[in-house]
């Protein structure tokens, strides 16, 4: 019997934590997603992940945010982590092993669409323009790698009188820890820097 030649190297999976404990980041040896995708609901994972539907099919499945090389599931709260690493790690990295499908043609473009229509009231002009700008700078450079390196995710939202509106995705999203450091490492840093901001509020992705 003629043995079966394996071209492609094996996929490598660890586990991280997270500030979440409801949290885990499963982070894999292949690139599964240029972006971040956040699916908070199994209608939403339908619509655009194969791999999002069938994690969401395990009762125990409440989030799925994919970014890059990682994975962060939600877990539903009345269940541990030890009961049900395992299964979850076994299912993605056999799910990657395979070469099947992450996300659906067209997702990036869909959400884009979204968030240009929940943006379309807030149009910035001069000085304001100047002030969003450098938010979103800050916010890209200094905040976004470390809420990634968490498996989680923040997207600026909107600039009105003062107030920075954010929106955090992945293990951000109900994380008990994560208003803390919204409140005095965020915030902090954008008043600083930018002394038109007088406080940052967040909405869950």
């Known amino acids: 019997m003629e043995e079966k030649v394996i071209t492609t190297s094996p996929v490598i999976i660890y586990t991280e934590q997270t500030p ?16 971040t995708a956040d699916f908070r609901t199994e209608d939403l994972a ?18 799925v945010y994919i970014s890059n090389n990682f ?14 690493m395992l299964k979850i790690k076994d299912f993605i990295k056999a799910y ?3 070469g099947k499908e992450i996300l659906k043609d067209g997702f990036a473009e869909a959400m884009e669409k979204i968030e240009a229509e929940k943006g379309a009231s807030y149009q910035y002009t001069g000085d304001q323009l100047e002030i969003v700008k450098k938010i979103k700078e800050l916010i890209e450079t200094y905040v976004k790698p470390a809420v990634e390196m968490d498996g989680g995710n923040i997207e600026f939202k909107s600039f ?9 995705q992945g293990s951000c999203s109900g994380c008990p820890s994560s208003s803390v450091t919204l409140k005095s490492g965020i915030e902090g840093m954008l008043k600083r820097m930018v002394p038109e901001v007088t406080e940052v509020v967040a909405e869950m992705g």
């Open 20 to 35: 979440n404990p409801e949290s885990l980041k499963f982070v894999t040896s292949r690139m599964l997603y240029h972006g």
């Open 46 to 63: 339908k619509e655009w992940s194969p791999i999002g539907t069938e994690l969401f099919e395990m009762p125990f499945v409440k989030g």
């Open 71 to 84: 994975v962060t599931i939600t877990k539903e709260f009345n269940y541990s982590w030890e009961d049900i």
């Open 96 to 98: 990657v092993q395979d």
């Open 160 to 168: 009105n009188e003062g107030v920075v509106t954010v929106v955090l």
